[in-house]
């Protein structure tokens, strides 16, 4: 039997005169949802109010967006005759599960997402992919009990890693830095969780592989274990391969166009760091497209547009770098797995994926790994961890009343605290850890 991958969880009537498609109607639920504008509030990779040309969430969901709408475009146009190709989800659907990727980030990004972890160590951890999951489908209200009541298919789009926190920690338990003597500082690198959903989050995830053959379920959130490291899973649907190679773009692309921009990254670090030969897939396709032009379409030409040239320049070798991606991508396939939804996957060739590869890792080691980065969000992980803990102290004390309300409904969940979090803009968070520690900061007619 097939699989009605437009179902929902909460059945749902359209109203009359409603042409919309199930695509359409998921959609219109996450534009219009709490989550999604506060991704206008959380950071990328800098800090809000550095610079006033920045990409925040927000920016960059609109990029993956795009991104991953080009992708499906370029797999329909040059894979016409593929099996798979009927199998493409239509750009609403990929722009919709594009949107959600990111919105279980806390506020500070990864930094946040470290340090809510360590709060929650023994309460089930966090970890943002499985926070979205959540928000998604519990926390939302746009449905009874099911947040925004998302088709099966959306669901499984948006479910990058299939399988619970529980299966994929192996044991490891964040503690605190032993190094420092006076202060209490968690230990980031055991904080840093694995790439899950959520153990509270188990009986979504099971609704929505239920149709699958035991076979297909079994290897599709098999967890391959590496001794002191998390767990991790080997295989993302049809859809949400699309969108994450669409993130992978934007993060290797537009975050370095950013670096860039913001002279965080010079020339003579860029070339200490990149081997010319990485980037010979995208020299040969513009000598390709472009013939007679080698000279300013070889290495040292390219290199000279992105960083001493116009601006106009770089902003066209960054949007060539992104078309090079996108008309290069092709469909693949997991040996393993026979449902279509699961079997096949978007992937780059063998010689062009070097280039998005040492454009990510330049991104993260200049830029994410410097010091200035560092330093912020470390500063961002200890107000997170400081409100918290205020939180959890006295939670009828210090809780939003409706918050505390759910609190007690739930049994005094930690989780309920941790969403809350969670749920914060960068903004929001510094404006509560001012209200607490800052002795001239606050007031009683403050909105908490």
Not at 144 to 172: I, Q
Request: include cysteine; charged fraction near 20%; proline fraction near 5%.
């Amino acid at each position: 039997m097939s699989i009605d991958w437009n179902e929902r969880q909460e059945p749902s009537s359209a109203s009359t005169g409603d042409p919309r498609s199930t695509a359409e109607v998921d959609f219109s639920r996450i534009v219009h949802s709490h989550a999604f504008r506060r991704l206008q509030g959380k950071t990328q990779i800098l800090n809000l109010g550095d610079s006033d040309f920045y990409r925040t969430r927000l920016t960059h969901t609109l990029e993956v967006a795009q991104i991953a709408s080009g992708l499906v475009l370029s797999l329909r146009h040059n894979h016409a005759n593929h099996i798979a190709n009927k199998y493409l989800p239509c750009q609403t659907q990929v722009q919709t599960i594009s949107y959600c990727h990111d919105l279980g980030h806390p506020p500070f990004g990864h930094g946040g997402e470290v340090a809510l972890n360590y709060c929650m160590r023994n309460h089930g951890g966090f970890e943002g992919n499985g926070q979205t999951l959540r928000l998604i489908s519990r926390l939302e209200k746009m449905s009874k009990n099911h947040g925004l009541n998302f088709t099966r298919r959306t669901l499984l789009g948006t479910l990058k890693y299939p399988a619970p926190f529980s299966k994929t920690n192996n044991g490891n338990q964040p503690v605190l830095n032993a190094v420092p003597t006076a202060l209490q500082l968690i230990d980031r690198e055991s904080a840093k969780p694995p790439k899950c959903y959520l153990d509270s989050e188990s009986d979504i995830v099971e609704w929505v592989l239920s149709p699958l053959s035991a076979s297909d379920r079994n290897e599709f959130t098999r967890v391959t274990a590496k001794e002191g490291k998390s767990g991790k899973t080997s295989y993302k649907s049809f859809d949400c391969s699309i969108m994450d190679l669409a993130d992978d773009i934007a993060y290797g692309v537009h975050d370095f166009e950013d670096a860039i921009a913001l002279n965080m990254v010079n020339e003579q670090q860029f070339r200490a760091f990149v081997k010319p030969e990485q980037f010979q897939s995208f020299i040969d396709s513009l000598n390709q497209q472009h013939p007679g032009k080698q000279n300013s379409n070889g290495f040292d030409g390219i290199v000279e547009h992105l960083f001493t040239g116009e601006a106009n320049m770089r902003k066209m070798r960054i949007s060539q770098l992104v078309h090079h991606f996108i008309s290069s991508v092709y469909i693949a396939e997991n040996g393993g797995l026979s449902e279509p939804q699961l079997r096949y996957k978007a992937a780059l060739p063998s010689h062009v994926m070097p280039l998005l590869n040492c454009l990510k890792s330049f991104v993260f080691e200049r830029v994410i790994k410097s010091p200035g980065v560092q330093q912020l969000e470390f500063k961002g992980q200890k107000m997170v961890v400081s409100v918290f803990e205020v939180l959890q102290s006295e939670p009828q004390s210090f809780l939003p009343e409706a918050t505390y309300k759910t609190y007690m409904d739930a049994g005094e969940d930690m989780r309920v605290i941790c969403d809350h979090i969670a749920g914060m803009t960068d903004n929001y968070l510094m404006k509560t850890y001012d209200r607490l520690f800052s002795p001239r900061m606050g007031s009683i007619f403050d909105r908490i």
